[in-house]
């Protein structure tokens, strides 16, 4: 017996450890998402798919595992395969924008870092997996404009990490769960024009964070929770005739039925309905009061564990054979990138571990970064280029003292920012920037690079310079110290706290950033075109003469596809980013026109948060209901009722119906020479 036993451990050892490479995984996953091969040529058998330019939109650690993949808008027309989910050091997925077909496949629920899914704007139908709730590093899910079908999986109350759930123009069903309550670092649900029943959960206005509920274009009915009310115009429910409520714009008072219905945690029983669609969370007891009910006897019941147990025991003797073989590997594979740096970054425990975009490891740097290539030619660029901007990293560790905590200005998802002071005593900001978060390909980044440099406007923050460091793992950019801090520090202000910017100077700032984005819009010379893609009040800085400049203009060229969507995030949330956005996925320059709309309205109302009542006041002429009251009256009807109108003509929802940056500065001289 116990040789029969060994024969059959030995004879299931080998399935156990042929698992395929993550070349072979890849080469599957091509196969089924590009089956006729149109798209993803550059992926073949004979390439390492972190080597640059090998393998299209993949990128790898410094580990060289696989962790993510960008394929946004190529075209693809087959089905998303379950070879994925062996990619586990996986961190980031963007299918987006394609023509994707079929089911998501369950196996993505095993990818145990994946942070961003991006399957928007596909074909894909089935339902939403229940797995996915086990995800639990997800931050964005992004499943809109696709053909899905079935009820919300109460699972998804288990993702405590997501920030954005976008399910709109889905053909989903059922109720929604309340378990989305729990989600406390939600921001932004959007669930409309989908087919969904029942009430609003109560528990849903518990999420903390929520900024954006969309459930417009359902079905839903009862009372509308009254905490929902704090979203103000981040809450819209149009097209629900079942809904009531007090407070709501457009809603009708609830009757007393209605009210008891709107305040159960989750919707009701409803009757004729398919049980599927309707969440665990409802508690619909089992219907077994007819003859069909069966319950599986003792006997069947102490077969069925006797066999798990048998099972197990095997499959338990190897797992440990298994896991003591890829331990060794592993070490050997520990030690080799251990040995590879001896200086870490400034925040070391989280960049080395960072599992995003692949590090710039085709790049050679010295104490600085000679992005000439002393010994290798072919990258295209002459010793003009950048000369008069290469800081070597002695002069980068003087200014901000050692990158020293005190000088800490803040950290973003991508970056740190310290303030420093260089020779010549001038103040300057140093943006760190991990190696891992930037293009993998050396031309784009060295490409991007020109770019940066070339940028030099009154309205936009200078660049002095660049350094990159190969053993601290980060580039760093040093732009000049702007005083005066950010717009958004000018928002919001309580009457009597803080400082308020006069009227004439509110004109001038708009005016300033509008002459920036005109800049970024023009090709002269050696500058191309350039879209921002960013622009937010945070990123207009002012400085002592009441001068704005726009800051991070042109980052987007150096940044990885993951990094650069994942600082939009914060723009969607805040509404700077253009509608047509989230149907195209490409930027214009008229999404750079709606994004400075949205500026233009909370200049003119020093509010952060644009509502639907202050885009009223705009379209009606009510000024005092548009204008900041910190201003006590102090500023011309005149005016601000011609900046309401250019504020909403720049936010129109249609691109065409926007009026160029050009136009708008004409409108802006003729208000200004009048003034």
Partial sequence: MSELFLLFLLSILPFSLSSPTERELLLQIKASLDPDNRFLSSWTPYSDPCTAGSFDGVACNGEGRVVNISLQGKGLSGQIPAALGGLKSLTGLYLHFNALSGEIPKEIATLPQLSDLYLNVNNLSGEIPPHIGNMTNLQVLQLCYNRLTGGLPTQLGSLHKLTVLALQYNGLTGAIPASLGDLEMLTRLDLSFNNLFGSVPVKLADAPMLKVLDIRNNTLSGN??????????????????????????????????????????????????????????????????????????????????????????????????????????????????????????????????????????????????????????????????????????????????????????????????????????????????????????????????????????????????????????????????????????????????????????????????AKGIRYLHESKGSKPALVHQNISAEKVLIDNRSNPLLSDSGLHKLLADDIVFSTLKASAAMGYLAPEYTTTGRFTEKSDVYAFGMIVFQILSGKRKITQLIRHAAETCKVEDLIDMNLDGKYSDSEATKLGRIALLCTHESPYHRPSIDNVIQELSGLLSSS
């Fill in 224 to 513: 509308v929770p009254p905490a929902l009310k704090r979203l103000n115009a981040g809450f819209q429910y149009g097209n629900n005739l079942g809904l009531c409520g007090v407070g709501f714009p457009n809603l009708k008072y609830c009757a007393e039925s209605s009210q008891v219905y709107g305040n159960r945690p989750e919707p009701f029983k409803p009757t004729g309905l398919n049980r599927k669609n309707i969440p665990e969370s409802a508690d619909l007891q089992p219907d077994c009061s007819n003859t069909n009910c069966s319950r599986p006897s003792g006997s069947t019941k102490i077969g069925l564990v006797s066999g798990i147990v048998g099972v197990f025991l095997v499959l338990t003797v190897a797992s440990l054979f298994t896991f003591a073989w890829y331990r060794r590997r592993k070490q050997r594979i520990g030690s080799a990138f251990d040995a590879s740096d001896s200086r870490l970054s400034t925040d070391q425990v989280k960049e080395v571990n960072r599992r995003s975009a692949s590090p710039l490891i085709s790049l050679e740097y010295s104490n600085g970064w000679d992005p000439l290539d002393k010994g290798r030619s072919g990258n295209g660029f002459s010793q003009e280029v950048f000369e008069s901007f290469m800081f070597n990293l002695e002069e980068v560790e003087r200014a901000t003292q050692c990158f020293s905590e005190a000088n800490l200005l803040g950290k973003s998802n991508f970056s740190a920012i310290y303030k420093g002071s260089l020779r010549d005593s001038s103040a300057v900001v140093v943006k760190c920037i991990a190696k891992t978060s930037c293009k993998s390909d050396e031309s784009e980044f060295l490409q991007g690079l020109k770019i940066l440099t070339s940028l030099k406007h009154e309205n936009l923050v200078r660049l002095r310079g660049f350094c990159c460091s190969k053993g601290r793992g980060e580039c760093f950019l040093i732009y000049d110290y702007v005083h005066n801090g950010n717009l958004l520090q000018y928002l919001d202000v309580k009457q009597g706290c803080g400082k308020v910017i006069e009227w004439s100077s509110r004109i001038s700032i708009i005016y300033g950033i």
